[in-house]
């Protein structure tokens, strides 16, 4: 399971994020992006000591400054069966296609073009 997966599951929901300072806040995810990067509404920002509390409408968190997430347990069971779904649908596709990565059984300068030609430059005189 991706955490990016369980962050676009969560859009809507309260969460808690915890971020490297010790500061946390709790709030509405409403945004995220491949980086991480949140944006929370009716956020309530505690500070590491946990003796002050703050009350913003909204909130930016950058990812790079997050520690650790929680999520409600709903969102994880409904991650869960959506890719239980998936992959009972015919699963993920590889990503390169179905021929085994860069380039049809080439190596290094390879079988580019009719006989093989040697690899680096020259005639080829046999």
């Not at 015919?90 to 390169?96: L, P």
């Not at 073009?113 to 080829?124: D, E, I, K, T």
């Amino acid at each position: 399971m991706l955490p990016l997966s369980l962050l676009t599951a969560a859009q809507g929901h309260p969460m808690l994020v915890e971020l490297k300072n010790g500061e946390t806040l709790n709030g509405h995810l409403v945004s995220c992006d491949t980086y991480m990067n949140l944006t929370l509404r009716e956020v309530v920002q505690t500070a590491p000591d946990g003796d002050r509390f703050w009350r913003l409408a909204e909130a930016y968190v950058r990812g790079n400054n997050i520690k650790y997430l929680r999520l409600p347990e709903e969102i994880i069971e409904v991650v869960k069966e959506q890719q239980a779904a998936q992959q009972a649908q015919g699963g993920q596709h590889g990503g390169r296609g179905d021929r085994g990565g860069r380039g049809f059984q080439r190596g290094r300068g390879g079988q580019r073009g009719g006989p093989h030609r040697g690899g680096r430059g020259g005639r080829g005189r046999s």
